[in-house]
């Protein structure tokens, strides 16, 4: 199911700042517009997501034409001029989200030597973090562990 909100976009001098006035001022930031965008859609997600795992309900969104961003600035003391903000609204489909960013590892059975594994034991090994390096780097990914 699609979630959407609106945000509050900032420009500043090394980016952008977003705020969702909706979500207890929910806020996160970008480089630039796009990264923003992205940054945004990812904050959202995990709010959503969070907010469901701990059973808590979840605010209803404001329709985006009663949300004065500039208003917002000078609530919260923001230097932003009337051509810097901008309210845009940011949609994510909550579960594929997290399907792809934030769900649980999996757990794997697997077989290995006694003394291979008596050695690692004494070293103080984890051994599903060497499992998690090697597969990575055997696939040749270089993405970072959430």
Same mark, same amino acid.
């Given at each position: %199911?699609?979630?959407?909100? $609106?945000?509050?976009?900032?420009?500043?001098? !090394? *980016?952008?700042?977003?705020?969702?006035? +909706?979500?207890?001022?929910?806020?996160?930031? *970008? +480089?630039?517009?796009?990264?923003? %965008?992205? %940054?945004?859609? +990812?904050?959202?997600? *995990?709010?959503?997501?969070?907010?469901?795992?701990?059973?808590?309900?979840? #605010? &209803? $969104?404001?329709?985006?034409?009663?949300?004065?961003?500039?208003?917002?600035? !000078?609530?919260? +003391?923001? /230097?932003?001029?009337?051509?810097?903000?901008?309210?845009? %609204?940011?949609?994510?489909?909550? !579960?594929?989200?997290?399907?792809?960013?934030?769900?649980?590892?999996?757990?794997?059975?697997?077989?290995? $030597?006694?003394?291979? /594994?008596?050695?690692?034991?004494?070293? *103080?090994?984890?051994?599903? &973090?060497?499992?998690?390096?090697?597969?990575?780097?055997? @696939?040749? @990914?270089? &993405? #970072?562990?959430?």
């Amino acid at each position: %199911m699609l979630s959407v909100y $609106p945000a509050c976009f900032y420009k500043e001098e !090394n *980016g952008y700042s977003v705020i969702f006035p +909706d979500l207890n001022w929910l806020s996160t930031c *970008g +480089d630039n517009l796009e990264n923003a %965008m992205e %940054m945004a859609v +990812d904050c959202l997600a *995990g709010y959503i997501y969070t907010c469901q795992a701990d059973g808590e309900s979840i #605010p &209803q $969104p404001s329709n985006p034409s009663n949300i004065n961003a500039s208003a917002i600035a !000078n609530e919260l +003391d923001l /230097n932003a001029s009337d051509h810097d903000a901008f309210v845009s %609204m940011v949609s994510v489909d909550v !579960n594929a989200y997290a399907k792809e960013h934030f769900e649980k590892s999996v757990k794997k059975t697997l077989s290995i $030597p006694a003394w291979l /594994n008596k050695a690692a034991l004494d070293a *103080g090994i984890n051994f599903s &973090q060497v499992l998690q390096e090697a597969l990575k780097e055997r @696939l040749h @990914l270089n &993405q #970072p562990t959430l």
